[in-house]
């Protein structure tokens, strides 16, 4: 079955400090994947998307990923923490059947 | 930002009534999703459609129903509510053209079964 495995619940980084963020997504052919932010009690806004062509996808608000099928990764990563990036986290993939899969999701909190 | 608006924004129900939540999309994409969330559990699918009067059930589709007459419009009901189904509700749409191909978000629905 489908699924996207996000490892890490808590994340607390320093404001500057780089942060990665870890994904893992199980599914046959090479998916769609997503990262998604939300702040609380809000929506879910996009970040990135990756398709195909270049494992490494800029996003907004300085965010990338980086795609490796041989390890089925999709990490999100910025080299300098805002502390507006204090929010909730989630990836994502489509696959059969226009399905979304998402990730159970990591809380970035950002210290001063 | 896409078109989506969910109804109501919240809602507080008693255990055991029906209740109907509301997506209503202007963007004419084919897929509309309803998704619960949960602490701990990210976002679990409930039940999606593929086009008018095509639905099929998600991970989490028991208790609940939905409906598609139009193009626009995807009902979520519960039929009796529990308090389990106490959730923040999203609606998402997407579709298959390469630019639609990520799901877009409501703003969700707060829903308490008291």
């Known amino acids: 079955a489908q699924s996207v495995t996000q490892p890490d619940i808590h994340i607390t980084v320093s404001e500057g400090a780089s942060l990665e963020l870890r994904c893992n997504y199980s599914y046959g052919a090479t998916p769609y994947l997503f990262w998604y932010v939300q702040s609380p009690g809000q929506g879910l806004q996009l970040l990135l998307k990756y398709f195909s062509g270049d494992t490494l996808v800029q996003g907004i608000k300085g965010f990338e990923a980086e795609f490796k099928r041989s390890q089925s990764s999709f990490n999100l990563r910025k080299p300098s923490v805002h502390w507006s990036d204090a929010a909730e986290y989630f990836c994502a993939s489509r696959g059969n059947f226009n399905k979304f899969y998402f990730g159970s999701g990591t809380k970035l909190n950002v210290k001063p | 930002d896409a078109g989506i608006t969910q109804s109501p924004r919240h809602k507080v129900t008693e255990t055991g009534t029906p209740v109907t939540l509301r997506c209503h999309q202007t963007?004419?994409?084919?897929?509309m999703y309803w998704y619960r969330q949960d602490p701990g559990h990210g976002l679990r699918l409930i039940h999606y459609s593929y086009g008018v009067k095509d639905t099929d059930k998600g991970e989490v589709s028991d208790g609940y129903s939905v409906s598609r007459s139009k193009t626009e419009d995807f009902l979520l009901t519960l039929e009796s509510a529990t308090s389990s189904q106490t959730s923040v509700y999203f609606c998402?749409?997407?579709?298959?053209?390469?630019?639609?191909?990520?799901?877009?978000f409501g703003q969700g629905t707060r829903l308490t079964v008291v």
């Open positions: 998402a749409i997407s579709d298959i053209q390469v630019r639609h191909l990520e799901a877009f």
């Open positions: 963007e004419n994409h084919r897929y």
